[in-house]
T-cell receptor
């Protein structure tokens, strides 16, 4: 898990509820990414941030929001607008040579 | 056509076998090539990292990149039951902010 923590490990969301997934890193990396993983589909990019106070939409940003107020933290909010949120969510940081380091993940289930 | 194609398997081999895992890609701009190992319900961990073409060896693992054929491989020698996991290939371009992941190949090594 290499200096990246994600919490909680398991999260349950009711219909119409917003939930926030935490990602913290102590690797001193500038770039942080959020991915969603579904069975048989690999990793899909939700949002990424190259530097504090700046972030960009990835390929599947609809229904998600992020903030990057501190270098160490990149929380992801899954809003009620995300109609199919059940998935495994992975946070990653990126070193200067494009190597990505992943956290342990959060499994979100909609009830 | 997906940018990165990877056979999802599952691939089942006996202990001690040589395993070959492969990915093909379409974007000739990719220069960084990575293999990740992901155990069930865990975040991916970086196994091998290669820049441009050629081979790289690390213990029982060998990564090969053939840019002319847009084909990358990961070989596992003397496979062990502990190698049972999903293996994800990933690649990115110089200066690019996005890493493209394959869907992952599930490997089972039988004792």
């Amino acid at each position: 898990d290499g200096g990246i923590t994600q919490s909680p490990k398991y999260l349950f969301r009711k219909e119409g509820q917003n939930v926030t997934l935490s990602c913290e890193q102590n690797l001193n990396h500038d770039a942080m990414y959020w991915y969603r993983q579904d069975p048989g589909q690999g990793l899909r990019l939700i949002y990424y941030s190259q530097i504090v106070n700046d972030f960009q939409k990835g390929d599947i940003a609809e229904g998600y929001s992020v903030s990057r107020e501190k270098k160490e933290s990149f929380p992801l909010t899954v809003t009620s607008a995300q109609k199919n949120p059940t998935a495994f969510y992975l946070c990653a940081t990126v070193a200067g040579n494009n190597e990505q380091f992943f956290g342990p993940g959060t499994r979100l289930t909609v009830l | 056509q997906k940018e990165v194609e990877q056979d999802p398997g599952p691939l089942s081999v006996p202990e001690g076998a040589i395993v070959s895992l492969n990915c093909t890609y379409s974007n000739s701009a990719f220069q960084y090539f990575m293999w990740y190992r992901q155990y069930s319900r865990k975040g991916p961990e970086l196994l091998m990292y290669t820049y441009s073409s050629g081979n790289k060896e690390d213990g029982r693992f060998t990564a090969q990149v053939d840019k002319s054929s847009k084909y990358i491989s990961l070989f596992i020698r003397d496979s062990q039951p502990s190698d049972s996991a999903t293996y994800l290939c990933a690649m990115s371009a110089t200066g690019g902010f996005k890493t493209i992941f394959g869907a992952g190949t599930r490997l089972f090594v039988k004792a």
